[in-house]
């Protein structure tokens, strides 16, 4: 097992990121609760920690809604100025103690399928701020999920007036990791979706955004369910492991992704 | 590097190395109550702190983190002798049991009453949904909160004490507090890890990476020549015998198979080879540098491949008797390479085709019994492995001292452990002293001797102390499971539901090693069959040897899984008769003055005999279960099928039975002091594990004395110290060792007026002992303190010690009905338990409250097997989900929304003031109550547990075909 033999502490981005550039193997150490994780298994042997700078928190940018990424699982769910769907998706990691400590930014650094909070992000269309060396850079948070690169600084949600959104996740226990989790926006325009989103988690090697669903319902006015799970499942690859076999994976998730779609209509538009 | 942070108020700079952990820091400085039940996971919350105001798992958390940080730990509540008002709330709930995670919920509710001093319900859900208890089931934690609340405004609030069971008695029928509540809620050291001193050394265990495979070499050459290293075991230089670690009574029902490191490896995990060094670290890197060659054998992975004709032989050594003949026609020549396998009597038993034990027997005559029903119905159960998961891993520290060894056990069977483990390093039993320390949970899982040998081999062998804890994943793979089964139940009935012959088929899968191979499997017979009256009963019972983890005790052993079969299938044969399955039960079942007949057959290895049974509360349990269930309003007849969306409400009842203890078999016997200041010191040799046993001895001694309970000082589970005394298992704590303590208490109160009689110059008969400890006479009174002072300065006989010796052939069987309203998903095969009522007999509670709580923690557990826990392996016999990350027991979050205990008392002629057992019992009722509710709401049974989502769809015909019994791929980090 390999421990962690070095450890930083620096006080601004701009010594992070020196530090990084000596060392580049070292990795950022946010919450800790995904890099720490299991006293058996091997651990970074660099790591900086971004506890002393990194932004937390959230704000208004102007029409955009700011979150830090230093900001906890627990602040995202007790903050008032953070839309409802983000809340509940923050309250999908189990449990207390984990929410306390784990950050929205390194959830991202993860970047694992079982994430709650990343299928809605990529549903409200959040961009990144990240620092790379040079001034902070702007990234979509679909692009740079499939290839991670630089410092996530902060995250923006834009203002996108009109939508409807809403977020579920399937798991064995209350405190378990989202076997799958999913969220779906769009907004109803003469009954018929418009704009939609639907990103899941559970069903790869990360969660995503899936054109390939979005595109069986762009436009068209909401399905009943049993149509629109008999028209998802096809479309599901998930594989079989010890958390589900792939029949039960793909059969949960479309249902859960039909009944979210569902459930959206339902919701108030946001502002 | 240094780092400075506010501990408790005080200002610390501490060296730290980089990659240090914040637990294993705070650990490294004394701090013992942050602890460690899941390997760093994150998922157990044991090693909680508040840190800066926020309750963190300080295990994901490294030391450096914490620089400039406020840490408070429960030390923080614990100042002086006072409790913190959490801590107060907790004794005062009655919700302290093993005591591992109290200090974790201590800071998780000092958390959430600081942010939310009037927390709702799910509030305080969500702040101990991240603390995992096994003991409680969460539901007096709930209470505690409640109360601590309330004391925010009112400092003098009380709940409203519950029925006075014995209202005649002082102490007995009535809660008082739990005699180590107090301490365990302070975080003080109590455990076998809080024991170990600086300059112990530790051990590192090589497990096997196969399930079948001769290990035919071991080199450790290198590894001996590393730093620190002290020993190195192995194959090769252990002690050359087998034992069984079963801790059962002399001579054991289970065969001697098991050598300290094994020729042949019989499972994932199994010894190999075990390192003593100066450190953890020395010992693992040693351990990783020893080389071994194996020859791969074909895994058993299952009781079908154990009954293969052409199957791998997981024990082919030779197989002998100590008395008694083997069985015809069995196979007794090793082949010269096996480790052995020593039976002490028959148990039907054919090692070389992986039989371990097996049984058959029954009254009546069952093919006439079916011939004459109007309708025969035949089906097949299956139980899948599940692990008790106490908080506390295998532990044990073992040390020389004055030419003996000196183990520290976290125990139920000190005796036991003092023999097997003497008998395996091969010195006098008198040479060994066992101490049980408190037991961070056990559940049956330790009731094996699962690490004692090993320690205390190496502590005399090397004359070093040593000390060895398992990590979870190791807890897992090589310490315990509850036995997997396939259970096939053949009933036939008349038209009126009467039933007219029962046949129950079981086979058992005992994994690599036999301990409690025929007992846990006969268990599941015993305590079902003798529910159902029926003139014809036959079972027929196989227990098998496989390549899997090992099997072992687990709180209610074989009963849940008898239990869910045989009521299941009860409840699927009213279906059949359109009866509803409520009235099933009572057509059938077992009342006041029925005599139970198949009692015959099931006499725990000798004779049986039928029983008449006195008063039994069944029908007030069930009269009180249908009126709160409702059961009589329409529609409750066949499924209800109620609709909220798309979930289906269903409800399901059953019956449960245990015993209290082996009746003719188990013995406990328990020593009463009057000391010199007027308290009692009671030695019991009976191994409390967090269940509150000595809270009830201490109540024998205190009742029957006229004393208060901060008056009785207890010792027990120490072999130098105490009397002889089986261990807590097959739920006898109460009634063997609570009558074993009354009947000390007895003993002394006899001497004590004798001893008055003579100083006051009247005759004994005419003496009283009064409340207070004064015995009155008609010309004088003296008290106890007066008596005890006087005796120990030597008049009369000298110090007044009183003794009890309990042994009997009477069975005292506590009954149980348990009802369930479940919700099942339609759409998602998900089933939540909403209401869960428990109508429980266990003759009068000592403890009303504790007693409580065991119902609760048991019936938790219970709903675990049933809905989520499941032991899942892979082709090769690997267990994929030994953690808590991918194993999942019941937190807060699960609890039921209504989770409601009821005692109906029957008193017991033999027990003590008329108590039986209380706790293992509540573990059979939730799977036939919840499996019952799924079909009452979907209209599908559901006959293998866990009943996942998964399982439940598959059932109800939504997803084709069965469930792969093992798991080809395993990714945790993948989807």
């Not at chain 1, 996740?169 to 989202?178: F, I």
């Not at chain 2, 702190?49 to 963190?56: K, M, Y």
């Not at chain 2, 093919?367 to 106490?390: H, M, S, W």
């Not at chain 2, 004395?705 to 807590?728: R, W």
Request: aromatic residues 6%; charged residues 25%; glycine residues 10%.
């Amino acid at each position: 097992m390999r421990r962690t033999e070095r450890y930083a502490r620096p006080a601004s981005l701009g010594e992070a990121l020196a530090l990084k550039a000596a060392d580049p193997a070292a990795a950022w150490l946010a919450g800790g609760t995904f890099l720490l994780a299991g006293d058996a298994r091997d651990k970074p042997e660099s790591l900086i920690d971004l506890g002393a700078f990194l932004p937390r928190g959230l704000s208004a940018a102007g029409a955009a809604l700011a979150i830090g990424a230093g900001t906890s699982f627990q602040e995202l769910a007790d903050s008032r100025a953070a839309p409802a769907l983000l809340r509940r998706a923050a309250l999908g990691m189990a449990n207390r103690n984990v929410r306390n400590r784990a950050t929205v930014g390194g959830n991202l650094g993860a970047n694992r399928s079982c994430s709650s909070l990343i299928p809605s992000l990529l549903v409200l269309g959040a961009e990144l701020e990240l620092a790379e060396g040079g001034p902070p850079a702007a990234a979509g948070l679909e692009s740079w999920l499939a290839g991670p690169r630089g410092l996530v600084l902060s995250l923006r949600i834009p203002a996108e007036a009109g939508r409807r959104s809403a977020c579920g996740r399937w798991a064995r226990t209350a405190c378990d990791l989202s076997v799958l989790s999913a969220a779906v926006s769009y907004r109803l325009s003469a009954g018929a979706m418009r704009d939609l989103r639907i990103a899941l988690g559970g069903l790869g090697p990360r969660a995503r955004r899936f054109p390939e669903l979005e595109a069986l319902f762009e436009g068209r006015p909401l399905p009943s369910r049993e149509d629109m799970e008999a028209r998802i499942a096809p479309l599901l690859r998930p594989i079989d492991d010890l958390r589900g076999s792939a029949e039960f994976k793909r059969f949960r998730a479309a249902a859960l992704a039909a009944e979210l779609l569902r459930a959206a209509a339902g919701q108030e538009a946001d502002a | 590097m240094k780092v400075r942070f506010t501990l408790n108020g005080k200002e610390r700079s501490w060296d730290c190395e980089p990659g240090e952990s914040l637990r294993d820091a705070l650990r490294r400085h004394g701090i013992v109550s942050v602890r460690d039940g899941c390997g760093g996971e994150g998922a157990c919350g044991l090693c909680a702190v508040i840190l800066d105001r926020r309750a963190v798992n300080s295990c994901m958390v490294l030391a450096a983190q914490a620089e400039g940080s406020e840490i408070l730990t429960v030390e923080h509540f614990s100042r002086d002798r006072e409790l913190s008002i959490v801590q107060r709330a907790l004794v005062d709930a009655s919700c302290v049991q093993c005591g591992y995670c109290t200090p974790a919920v201590v800071l998780a509710l000092h958390s959430l009453l600081a942010r939310s001093p009037e927390p709702s319900e799910a509030e305080v859900r969500d702040a101990l949904s991240g603390t995992l208890c096994r003991c409680t089931g969460y539901e007096q934690f709930f209470e505690a909160a409640r109360i601590a609340s309330r004391r925010i405004r009112d400092p003098l609030y009380a709940e409203a004490r519950p029925v006075d069971y014995r209202p005649e008695l002082a102490l007995v029928g009535k809660d008082r507090e739990k005699v180590d509540a107090a301490y365990l809620a302070r975080g003080e050291r109590a455990y076998v890890e809080d024991r170990v001193e600086a300059g112990a050394c530790h051990v590192a265990l090589l497990g096997s990476p196969h399930a079948h495979a001769w290990v035919v070499s071991v080199d450790d050459e290198e590894a001996r020549a590393m730093p620190g290293v002290v020993e190195i075991l192995s194959s090769r230089n252990c002690p050359d015998k087998v034992y069984t670690t079963a801790g059962q009574g002399f001579p054991e029902p289970s065969p001697h198979d098991q050598r300290m490191f094994p020729r042949k490896v019989r499972h994932v995990g199994d010894r190999v080879a075990a390192v003593l060094a100066e450190t953890p670290e020395q010992a693992r890197a040693a351990a990783a540098a020893i080389k071994v060659e194996y020859e791969l054998l074909r895994p058993v992975l299952s009781i079908a491949e154990a009954k293969a004709p052409n199957a791998p032989i997981v024990h082919s050594g030779e197989v002998s008797y100590v008395s008694g003949e083997p069985p015809a026609g069995s196979s007794t020549a090793g082949d010269g390479r096996d480790d052995p396998v020593v039976y002490q009597f028959p148990l039907h038993a054919d090692p070389h085709r992986n039989l371990a034990a097996s049984a058959a027997a029954g009254i009546g005559d069952v093919e006439a019994g079916f011939a004459a029903a109007d309708l025969v119905i035949e089906r097949a159960y299956k139980c899948n492995r599940v692990q008790c998961t106490p908080m506390e891993p295998h532990v044990a520290y073992a040390k020389v001292e004055a030419g003996r060894l000196v183990l520290h056990a976290s125990t139920q069977v000190p005796w036991h452990v003092r023999r097997i483990v003497s008998r395996a390093i091969g010195i006098p039993e008198n040479k060994v002293r066992v101490i049980k320390e408190r037991v961070g949970g056990g559940f049956g899982a330790k009731q094996d001797i699962v690490v004692e040998d090993l320690v205390g081999y190496l502590a005399w062998k090397t004359g070093r102390p040593v000390f060895l804890r398992y990590d979870r994943a190791q807890e897992f793979i090589a310490s315990r499971t509850r036995h997997a089964m396939e259970i096939r139940v053949k009933l036939g009935a008349k038209r009126d539901g009467k039933l007219t012959a029962i046949l129950m088929r079981l086979e058992a899968d005992t994994g690599p090693y036999g301990q409690h191979c025929l007992t846990v499997p006969m268990n599941a017979i015993s305590k079902s069959l003798p529910l159902l009256l029926c003139d014809n009963a036959r079972f027929e019972v196989s227990s098998y040897y496989t390549n899997l983890s090992p099997a072992g005790a687990y709180q209610g052993y074989g009963a849940p899984k008898g239990s869910f079969a045989l009521q299941t299938a009860l409840a699927e044969l009213a279906g059949e008769l359109g009866i509803d399955q409520l009235e099933m039960i009572e057509r059938n079942r077992v009342g006041s003055g029925a005599r139970i007949e198949i009692l015959k057959s099931l006499g725990e290895g000798r004779e049986g005999s039928a029983v008449t049974l006195g008063e039994c509360g069944l029908g007030e349990m069930i009269r009180r279960g249908r009126e709160a269930f409702g059961w009589e309003e329409p529609g409750a007849a066949g499924r209800r099928a109620k609709e909220e969306g798309d979930w289906r409400i269903g409800r399901g009842a059953v019956i449960i039975q245990q015993g209290s203890g082996l009746p003719g078999l188990d013995a406990a016997n328990a020593e009463l002091r009057l000391l010199a200041d007027g308290t009692l010191l009671l030695l019991s040799g009976g191994a409390d594990l967090g269940t509150g046993l000595d809270t009830v001895t201490a109540k024998m001694a205190a009742e029957t004395l006229g004393l208060e309970l901060q008056d009785v000082t207890v010792i027990s589970g120490d072999t130098d110290l105490t009397p002889f005394d089986k261990g807590a298992y097959a739920s006898s704590g109460t009634f063997f060792s609570g009558k074993a303590a009354l009947l000390a208490a007895e003993d002394l109160k006899a001497k004590a007026l004798a001893a008055a009689a003579a100083i006051l110059g009247e005759p004994a008969s005419g003496l009283a002992l009064e409340r207070g400890g004064i015995v009155a006479g008609k010309r004088g009174r003296i008290t106890l303190a007066e008596l005890g002072h006087r005796s120990s300065q030597g008049e009369g006989h000298g110090e007044l010690s009183g003794f009890g010796s309990f042994k009997t052939e009477h069975a005292a069987f506590p009954y149980g009905a348990h009802f369930v309203e479940a919700a099942v998903n339609a759409r998602s095969g998900e089933v939540v338990v909403r209401r869960y009522h428990a109508y429980q007999d266990c003759g009068t509670p000592i403890n009303p409250s504790l007693a409580r709580g065991q119902v609760h923690g048991a019936i938790l557990k219970a709903i675990g097997h049933s809905l989520y826990e499941e032991m899942l392996y892979d082709q090769e016999g690997r267990c994929l989900n030994p953690s808590f990350l991918d194993y999942k027991i019941p937190s807060s979050l699960e609890v039921p929304e209504d989770f409601r205990v009821e005692f109906v008392p029957v008193a017991d002629e033999v027990g003590p003031f008329g108590a039986k057992s209380v706790s293992e019992i509540s573990v059979n009722g939730a799977a036939p109550a919840i499996a019952i509710a799924i079909h009452d709401a979907v209209g599908a049974w559901v006959r293998e547990w866990p009943f996942t989502p998964e399982r439940v769809l598959r059932a109800m015909g939504k997803l084709g075909g069965a469930l792969p019994a093992s798991r080809a791929t395993s990714s945790r980090h993948s989807q």
